[in-house]
């Protein structure tokens, strides 16, 4: 995209300036503290870094966590002087937020680079002020012949694979700040609220994994405090705070923010949970995630409250962003001839359908939670994902899979993809009707990729009710291999401004591409 200005990877050090002094995080539980000049003067410290999110062609929003009551100032820039620069004046931060707070910037130039830098500035002298923490990002383009690359994956700090010091952390990361992308679409379990992070864990060739660990992540999280002490987890590790402060994020989340395969009335039996209801355990999670997420439908934007979303980026891509948890009914056989509910709520369909039946963008993307064709089980009987392992006709939750599908087909709408992470291996579906049980849609694609930072699986079986072929796989032959024995995983989107053509790549840590599949624009199935 040669339109397409590109920051190159050695202004890593401008981006960061003056927030990821303490590189000690990695053995610390407490990251980049403040030196101690600025501690004795009470100034605030931002050590959490920056982060941007639900980037459009005129809209962002900025994200930053204090150490202490604090009031947000955000400035903007076309160049990294800052020469009239534009200032917006953010939220006070303090305990009710976990001292977390975000800025929307409006009005911003479509397809150009914005520096930015968050100053926090003390609660009860605004002249007291702290270091600034530093960041960029690209809008979204108003041109189609500018192109749009976006990197997408999932699962991080899971399995109690957490941050390994020897390993230098969450090195991919790094490799993904690199090749600088325009977003990062996180498909959900952004934490492990279930997962326990112990100190070190000795692998089955007799090597030892260490691990940073903090008291959040000695145990499964219940309480509001547990909960933010995972979200705050992922952010001890350097990398992973330098591609924040570079790269925009498209945010959903998943089951394990809460815990594994939960679902909406959900009584637990785990004896490791002195609290049993999952809604109070779900809404903990969700103040959480709204605190420490820059995610616009949480963040006062009309029809608020809410992570299922549409971010438009340009002329090319429109992103839908599902939520497959919140609105779910319960894991079960999945054989039910009847479920109007199913796995995105009726509400959520309706609107699905209505966005993308209003979508001008000449690709949609889905980005789901979970799988469509992949069977994902919940213990013996029951069913977490779509699939049920069944290859007839749709039942249970398959039942609004295929309305969606349908109504794709009747109404013609073009470009969709869908993407996903959730089963920690990578692989391709192509789902067409002349293998399928149901045979009113056209064909699509599914991606799966991940994970980023936790234990790798083997592949799950197919349901053939909607005809997947399984184009390309990638998964080991035994469950939970570490991050020291396999590369992580992430996939690569990249729309030609030119020919529209759509250029899907599922990469491994290390720079290796492990498929391609190209697919042509202005078709209703590919």
């Known amino acids: 995209m040669p339109n397409r200005p590109r920051i190159p990877s050695p202004d890593r050090r401008t981006v960061l300036r003056g927030s990821l002094a303490a590189s000690a995080a990695l053995t610390l539980p407490v990251v980049g503290a403040a030196a101690p000049a600025f501690a004795r003067s009470g100034r605030p410290d931002a050590a959490w870094g920056v982060q941007v999110g639900d980037v459009t062609s005129s809209s962002a929003l900025v994200w930053v966590r204090s150490d202490r009551p604090a009031r947000m100032v955000v400035e903007t820039s076309a160049t990294r002087s800052f020469r009239r620069a534009r200032t917006w004046h953010g939220p006070l931060l303090g305990p009710a937020t976990d001292y977390t707070g975000t800025t929307p910037l409006y009005g911003l130039p479509p397809g150009e680079q914005v520096h930015y830098r968050v100053t926090l500035a003390a609660a009860d002298d605004p002249r007291r002020t702290g270091e600034p923490v530093y960041g960029t990002f690209r809008t979204a383009p108003a041109r189609r012949r500018d192109g749009v690359r976006f990197l997408w994956s999932g699962d991080i700090a899971g399995q109690g694979w957490g941050i390994n010091p020897d390993i230098g952390g969450y090195r991919v990361y790094d490799?993904?700040?690199?090749?600088?992308?325009?977003?990062?679409?996180?498909?959900?379990?952004?934490?492990?609220?279930?997962?326990?992070?112990?100190?070190?864990?000795?692998?089955?060739?007799?090597?030892?994994?260490?691990?940073?660990?903090?008291?959040?992540?000695?145990?499964?999280?219940?309480?509001?405090?547990?909960?933010?002490?995972?979200?705050?987890?992922?952010?001890?590790?350097?990398?992973?705070?330098?591609?924040?402060?570079?790269?925009?994020?498209?945010?959903?989340?998943?089951?394990?923010?809460?815990?594994?395969?939960?679902?909406?009335?959900?009584?637990?039996?785990?004896?490791?949970?002195?609290?049993?209801?999952?809604?109070?355990?779900?809404?903990?999670s969700s103040r959480a995630f709204r605190e420490y997420f820059p995610v616009s439908t949480l963040h006062g934007s009309p029809g608020g409250d809410r992570v299922h979303r549409v971010i438009p980026h340009g002329p090319l891509l429109d992103l839908f962003v599902l939520d497959m948890r919140t609105f779910r009914n319960a894991n079960s056989p999945g054989r039910q001839p009847d479920d109007a509910t199913g796995i995105l709520g009726s509400a959520q369909l309706e609107w699905l359908k209505r966005e993308l039946s209003k979508s001008r963008a000449v690709w949609k993307v889905i980005a789901a939670d979970m799988p469509l064709g992949l069977v994902v089980a919940d213990g013996a009987t029951d069913f977490e994902a779509v699939a049920q392992g069944d290859p007839g006709a749709p039942l249970g939750r398959e039942l609004q899979i295929a309305e969606l599908l349908r109504f794709i087909k009747h109404r013609r709408i073009t470009g969709t993809v869908w993407l996903t992470a959730d089963v920690h291996y990578t692989s391709a579906q192509h789902y067409a009707p002349e293998r399928a049980a149901f045979k009113d849609f056209a064909p699509f694609w599914e991606f799966v990729t991940g994970p980023l930072a936790a234990g790798q699986f083997p592949s799950n079986a197919l349901d053939g009710t909607f005809g997947p072929d399984q184009v390309f796989v990638q998964a080991p032959d035994r469950a939970n291999v570490s991050p020291m024995e396999t590369p992580a995983l992430f996939g690569e989107v990249d729309i030609d401004g030119d020919t529209g053509e759509l250029t899907v790549r599922l990469r491994e840590q290390g720079g290796s591409v492990l498929f391609t599949q190209v697919l042509q624009p202005g078709r209703v199935g590919q």
């Not at 933010?228 to 959903?252: E, H, K, M």
């Open 175 to 284: 490799e993904m700040r690199r090749l600088d992308p325009d977003f990062f679409l996180c498909s959900g379990d952004n934490i492990y609220a279930d997962g326990v992070i112990e100190p070190s864990v000795t692998l089955p060739d007799g090597r030892v994994w260490r691990n940073v660990t903090t008291e959040e992540k000695a145990k499964v999280a219940e309480t509001l405090a547990e909960y933010r002490g995972n979200f705050r987890y992922n952010l001890l590790d350097d990398n992973l705070r330098a591609f924040n402060a570079q790269v925009p994020s498209v945010i959903q989340w998943d089951d394990h923010e809460v815990r594994n395969n939960w679902y909406p009335g959900q009584i637990l039996d785990d004896v490791r949970y002195t609290e049993k209801n999952v809604n109070i355990l779900a809404a903990r």
